[in-house]
């Protein structure tokens, strides 16, 4: 009798750290795709700004090239860049072709001191407000998606998480990084627009 007393007493013990380990892992597996859920709905919110952004670049290229003629290829680059994003398939593509993006029309606006006919121009002076304001927005909600990745693949790494990670099928997430050139600050119309 009292075998059988400390058998169900170790079978009881056994059967309790089964259950907490069912239920951590159960846990741990719900954080991390919770974590995963906010990084793509945070991703969602950049692509949305980028979107309002793309939307601006053929009033951009209309506007540059009724008042500059010669510079066709580079407009060209831009309405290619843009197309590449609209045309991006999964996250790392965009954040790749939004980066193209970036530095097409950085020169597109560095352009404009060559030409001071365009700076003056109404239509071009509009334009650049909005899209200083766009670039703001951009700039707030990649900040806010690095954020977001940070605390992903912080979750992910950390022990024991990283044991489930991997068997879940969780990978680490890829930052928005700033593109080549992105420190050089071009300036617009005589003053410094914030890249």
């Known amino acids: 009798m009292e075998n059988k007393m400390i058998s169900l007493i170790c079978i009881g013990?056994?059967?309790?750290?089964?259950?907490?380990?069912?239920?951590?892992?159960?846990?741990?597996?719900n954080n991390m795709t919770s974590l995963s859920q906010e990084c793509d709905s945070q991703w969602s919110k950049v692509e949305t700004v980028y979107q309002e952004r793309m939307d601006l670049i053929p009033n951009i290229v209309a506007t540059?090239?009724?008042?500059?003629?010669?510079?066709?290829?580079?407009?060209?680059n831009l309405a290619n860049a843009r197309a590449?994003?609209?045309?991006?398939?999964n996250t790392n593509d965009k954040v790749l072709a939004a980066q193209e993006?970036?530095?097409t029309l950085f020169k597109v606006i560095a352009?404009?001191?060559?030409?001071?006919?365009?700076?003056?121009?109404?239509?071009y002076q509009e334009l650049r407000i909005v899209l200083e304001g766009q670039e703001n927005r951009v700039r707030v909600e990649r900040n806010r998606f690095n954020d977001m990745v940070k605390q992903y693949n912080i979750e992910i790494k950390i022990f024991?998480?990283?044991m489930f990670a991997g068997t879940f099928g969780f990978k680490e997430k890829q930052y928005?990084?700033?593109?080549?050139?992105?420190?050089?600050v071009p300036k617009v119309g005589g003053q410094t627009t914030l890249p």
């Open 176 to 184: 928005f990084k700033a593109t080549a050139g992105a420190e050089i």
């Open 13 to 29: 013990i056994v059967a309790f750290f089964i259950l907490i380990g069912i239920i951590g892992t159960v846990m741990t597996y």
């Open 64 to 76: 540059v090239s009724s008042e500059v003629k010669t510079e066709t290829t580079l407009l060209s």
């Open 111 to 123: 352009l404009t001191e060559n030409y001071p006919n365009l700076q003056f121009s109404k239509g």
């Open 84 to 89: 590449n994003y609209l045309n991006s398939k």
């Open 160 to 162: 024991p998480n990283n």
């Open 101 to 103: 993006v970036d530095r």
